[in-house]
Structure formats: structure tokens, C-alpha cells
């Protein structure tokens, strides 16, 4: 299978991350889907064709594990935990789940909300607490003494917008690492003040602080209403004995955790309310609502509950590409979602079976709800073969209004299909005197056909679609990630294998393929050519047919403005959005991904110089030769 790979960096990716134990690529796939299968010989067959031919791949935590199928490693991509106590105890308990976690090689979301906040009393030799943030560091840092090799840090933090370690604008306490405290009224990092305020808007601009994790806001609707009212927002924690309350203009603090984003891409943000509204999880009980999401946002979860995920490629439903004659095969991919549903419902036995979950509660989530996240990575690229555009206009509206409720519907009467076979999730099962549920939640915006087909057999699966960012595996299979544009045509992109950092130029696989076609580089549309209003539309569209959540990035020009921050936020609630992200070119440091132009060590645009296949920085030396 030597030309499977869409590029080296397409091999390299298997083999350093992956392949494990095998050398050879068909080997690796059947072993994979013979694990897969359960001892079903025809799954079997069908599972090593959708990977031969590239129709499915399974989340990168199944295709590690596959590599080393006598580790101690999770199948499960990511999970959530949420501080249970407000004491030493729930935090050691969180410290624990994390350790535990990294050590499986799952991600983990950590919710710090009821931590108690900076200058709370405390009834042991301390006075006061230092606060949610404090601790916040203490669990990054366990996360990154663990660490997983070759595997970027996976931790995520949230807070809740009422949390008062959430915003201190009056304690200035950390330099800015930018002008070193001077104060220098040209630095626009610091805005000319020299210090930051320890708190959770400023906490990942510092240098060592968090930097193993992302972090994330839980926005409410109370809060998204004061800021349009122009009202002031409490900031607020009750304790045992004790309030702590502090209470700011509601439009203020949107003004700041958008300049936040603006300055270092960071936090992203949580519709909190909206997610419950739409959680199919939240109406089976407490036990089961959602407190937070994963490390990519992709998954909303409970305590300690997992994603399971995988991702159909679009691009390999397309036929004739980059012709007039394009077009896609609706009905192969429909077959071929139920087979990759199987999949990922019989991966989720095999981890209880492998007993490698990192709590009982874990253990217990992945019995009662069974969730599968299946979604898509390669959509920029079947657009470009279809000859749509990557904006929201009517042809491209159209295309999303019929392969995602395909997906849905596929997804969800497999997954009534494997209940009446195998049994529904216990949750289901235990809920079947309630005559409400299809009415509630995701379940209510299902098609009539498909609610029958659930009433009539069950449902194996709580949850089945969402849209993960596939950064790894679309590179493995050489096709854009999830739903994104392509980020260049032509990119330096930051990598590290074996141990060691490099830089590798790579031409996106398809932008190779429509060259070869004949066909012109403007059918393509990269991140910063789509405008904002069209990032946050399509992904609008795509979110009414997806029951968890969608991992995208909402991409602004270096002339952004934090005003325009602001009104991605604004669009992307009022669009019904469970989360949002934004990325202004240039706003880190360090990057992934680096235009032609624009130097990976100093993010200079416009200053590298090419001769005698090299190509070097004019401001800071970088070089890179080929």
C-alpha cells in the first residue's frame, strides 16, 4: 500500500505516531479492524475497506492503540471532569483524573467553577485561598510531568463568566513579558501598563503559566442579555459561611474577554445554556449533564464521561472531481456512515472490555450513555471538487443541507438498528416509561422517519455525531481538517518528530490534484480569504444537524480589531452556536502552521528571502533549505 500516503509527511505521521509494532500499513488496518470487528469476519471485511480506501478514520487514540494493542492505553480520545468540592480533597481528586488520564492517553477537560475564588476565607492555616487559578496551574502541571509523547498537551479549563477569579482588571501582579514591566506605552500586549492581573482572561499571556492547556469561558444567557441591556453583571461565589461578590458593567467585561481572545487566541467560549437546551444527555438526570467539554470543545460532557470519535472523509465521496461532471455519491456515503457508527459503537465495548477507563464513574458513563462522536474532516476539500465555494452562499448552503442530515440519519438508525440487536444504552432503556424523550433535546429536530425507527427499536447510543478538528488523522489521510478551510495552499508547518522540533514544506494534497486537473488556485479559499461573517455562518448551518459540538476556528486578518471579536461572539450567540472560537493572524507567538511569507520563528510577514533552496529571515536569521 505504498501509495496510500498522500505525501511523506502523510507516512511519517504513521509511522511515528501510530504504526507501533507493524511495518506495513495493510497489516496495521487489519489488525485495526479486526479488533474493531468483535470476531465478526464480514465487519471485519467492511472496516478494512472504509480505511483501505480512505472513507473513515478512527480517532487518534484508536489508532495509536491499535499500534500497541498490548498497552495500557485508552481508545478514548478525550474526557471531562469537573471539581466536585470546593476542597483540598475534590482537587486532589482532579489532579488524580488528569494524571490518570494523560497516563491512558486521553485529553481532559477540567472545570474549575467551584473552586472558591482569590481572597476567600479558608478554615485552615491559610487565611484566604489563592484561587481557582492557583489551582489551575497545579493541574496543568501535573498534566505536563505526565506528558504523552510525540502528542501536544491536552488539557482544557473552564470557568463559569460569574466566577470572580474570571476578570481582576485592579490587581496588576505579573509583568508583561512582552516589555518587561517597563511600561513601555507602545506595547500593546500590556496596553502600556507593564503588568497583567492574575486572572483566567490574562493567565495564558504569561509565559509558564497554563501552557499545557487551553482554557474557555462558560457564557449564560443572563450574561449575553445584561451586555445587550447595557446592565451590570455580579461576579459572584457563595460559600458556606461567606459571600464574595463583585459587580462589573456587563459590556466592560465582554470588552475584555473578547480583547483577551484577540491578543492570544485564547479563551474560547461556551454557550452554556444553549448547550443544555440542545444535550441529549442532560435529560436522562443529573448524573448525566454536561459540566463542561473536552480539550478540542468538540464534546460536551459529563463528569468523567468520554468521546469516542471518528470522522468520515468527504473527499473521497466525491466523484470526477475537479470536473463539470463532479458529484457526490449520497448513497455509498450513507451505507458507509452506518458501517463507521458499528465501528465506533463496538470500540466503545472493547474499552470496557479492556478495563483501561480511569474511574468507575468513566466505566459507568461509557455503559449508560454510550456516546460515539462520528463527523467529517475533508470538507474544504470536497468543495474545491465540486467547484463550490468555502462561503455561505446558496450552492454551498445547499451542499451542507444534504450531506450533514445524511450523516445524522445514517448515524442514528444504525444506531436504532444495533439497539434492537445488541440493546439500547441503559440510560434509554431505563427512560422508556417517559414518552417524551424524542421530543426533547437533539432528539426533537430528528426527521419523522428516523424518530419512528428509535420508538420502534431503541437507541444504542446517546449521543453519535459531532465535528472533532482531526489536526493528525486529516493529515495522515492528506485532506483538510474537519470543517475548516485549508489554513495556505502552500505552508511551512512546526513539527515534531522523534524528539526533535523541524519545519516541513508541504502543498496541500489536493491543491496538488486540482493543479493536475488543469484547474486555477483561486477554487480554493484559505482561513483568512473567508471573511468572519462566513466562518461563523457555516458553521451555523452545520451545527443544526450535529447533536454534540463542533470544533472550528473562527479565522481574523492581522487588521482585526478586538471590536471584531466582539462581533464574531455576538453573531455566533445569536446564531445559535454552543461554542466559538477566534484566531487573529499573529496574535502568538509560536504557531503550527506558517504562510510562504511569514517567518516560523519570528512571525514577520512579507521578510523571507529564497536562494540556492533555502529560504531565510531577514529580521531574525531563520533559515530553512530543502
Known amino acids: 500500500m505504498t501509495n496510500w500516503f498522500s505525501n511523506s509527511f502523510s507516512e511519517d505521521i504513521w509511522r511515528t505516531k501510530y504504526a507501533g509494532i507493524f511495518s506495513d500499513l495493510s497489516e496495521y488496518f487489519i489488525q485495526l479492524a479486526r479488533e474493531a470487528a468483535l470476531s465478526s469476519k464480514e465487519k471485519e471485511h467492511d472496516f478494512t475497506r472504509l480505511l483501505v480506501e480512505k472513507k473513515f478514520s478512527p480517532g487518534g487514540r484508536i489508532l495509536a492503540a491499535a499500534g500497541r494493542p498490548d498497552a495500557k492505553v485508552s481508545y478514548m480520545n478525550c474526557t471531562t471532569h469537573a471539581i466536585q468540592k470546593d476542597s483540598l480533597e475534590g482537587i486532589n481528586d482532579a489532579v488524580y483524573s488528569v494524571m490518570r488520564a494523560s497516563s491512558r492517553g486521553q485529553g481532559i477537560g477540567i472545570d474549575l467553577s467551584k473552586l472558591r475564588p482569590s481572597g476567600a476565607p479558608v478554615n485552615n492555616a491559610a487565611l484566604t485561598s ?145 448547550t443544555r437546551k440542545f444535550s441529549n444527555s442532560d435529560i436522562f438526570g443529573d448524573e448525566w449533564k454536561v459540566v463542561g467539554v473536552n480539550a478540542c470543545t468538540e464534546q460536551l460532557l459529563d463528569h468523567e464521561g468520554v468521546c469516542n470519535l471518528g470522522s468520515m472523509n468527504l473527499a473521497a465521496y466525491v466523484l470526477d472531481p475537479f470536473t463539470a461532471d463532479a458529484r457526490f455519491d449520497y448513497e455509498t456515503f450513507f451505507v458507509d456512515v452506518q458501517t463507521a457508527t458499528e465501528f465506533l459503537d463496538n470500540v466503545l465495548t472493547l474499552e470496557l472490555q479492556r478495563g483501561y477507563s480511569i474511574s468507575a464513574q468513566q466505566s459507568r458513563s461509557i455503559e449508560y450513555l454510550r456516546r460515539i462522536g462520528l463527523g467529517v474532516m475533508g470538507f474544504a476539500d470536497s468543495l474545491a471538487m465540486l467547484g463550490l465555494e468555502y462561503s455561505f452562499n446558496e450552492r454551498t448552503k445547499a451542499f451542507i443541507q444534504k450531506v450533514f442530515p445524511t450523516l445524522r440519519d445514517a448515524a442514528y438508525l444504525k444506531s436504532a438498528s444495533l439497539a434492537a440487536e445488541k440493546g439500547s444504552a441503559f440510560a434509554w432503556a431505563e427512560s422508556l416509561s417517559r414518552g417524551d424523550l424524542l421530543d426533547q433535546a437533539f432528539y426533537a429536530s430528528l426527521p ?179
Open 130 to 274: 489563592t484561587g481557582a487559578i492557583s489551582f489551575m496551574e497545579l493541574i496543568n502541571h501535573a498534566g505536563g510531568i505526565i506528558g504523552q509523547q510525540g502528542r501536544r498537551g491536552a488539557l482544557l479549563f473552564s470557568l463559569d463568566v460569574d466566577h470572580p477569579d474570571l476578570w481582576r482588571p485592579n490587581e496588576l501582579d505579573i509583568p508583561c513579558p512582552r516589555c518587561a514591566d517597563r511600561g513601555n506605552i507602545g506595547c500593546l500586549y500590556c496596553e502600556g501598563k507593564g503588568y497583567f492581573p492574575y486572572d483566567f482572561l490574562n493567565v495564558k499571556k504569561v509565559p509558564g503559566r497554563a501552557e499545557n492547556s487551553n482554557i474557555s469561558v462558560n457564557v449564560t444567557d443572563a450574561f449575553m442579555q445584561a451586555v445587550k441591556e447595557k446592565r451590570d453583571f455580579d461576579l459572584l461565589f457563595t460559600g458556606n459561611n461567606y459571600l464574595f461578590k463583585r459587580t462589573v458593567p456587563a459590556q466592560k467585561l465582554f470588552a475584555e474577554l473578547a480583547r483577551a481572545a484577540f491578543k492570544s487566541a485564547e479563551p474560547g467560549v461556551l454557550f452554556t445554556d444553549t
Open 448 to 626: 419523522t422517519v428516523v424518530k419512528d425507527s428509535i420508538k420502534m427499536l431503541g437507541l444504542r447510543n446517546i449521543t453519535l455525531t459531532s465535528v472533532a478538528p482531526t489536526g493528525t488523522i486529516s493529515n495522515f489521510f492528506g485532506v483538510s481538517s474537519g470543517i475548516e478551510p485549508l489554513f495556505a495552499l502552500q505552508y511551512t508547518r512546526r513539527v515534531r518528530m522523534n524528539g526533535k522540533e523541524e519545519f516541513l514544506e508541504i502543498t496541500h494534497p489536493g491543491v496538488l490534484q486540482s493543479r493536475a486537473a488543469g484547474r486555477d488556485d483561486s477554487i480554493w479559499q484559505t482561513a483568512y480569504e473567508v471573511s468572519p461573517k462566513d466562518h461563523v455562518l457555516l458553521q451555523a448551518e452545520i451545527q443544526k444537524f450535529i447533536d454534540q459540538s463542533i470544533s472550528k476556528t473562527t479565522n481574523l486578518p492581522r487588521t482585526a480589531t478586538p471590536t471584531d471579536v466582539e462581533t464574531v461572539y455576538s453573531m455566533a450567540y445569536e446564531l445559535g452556536l454552543k461554542g466559538i472560537a477566534v484566531y487573529v493572524d499573529g496574535s502568538r507567538d509560536s504557531q503550527i502552521l506558517y504562510t510562504s511569507n511569514s517567518c516560523p520563528n519570528c512571525g514577520e510577514l512579507g521578510n523571507i528571502i529564497g536562494a540556492d533552496g533555502c529560504k531565510t529571515c531577514t529580521i531574525c536569521g531563520w533559515s530553512l533549505c530543502t
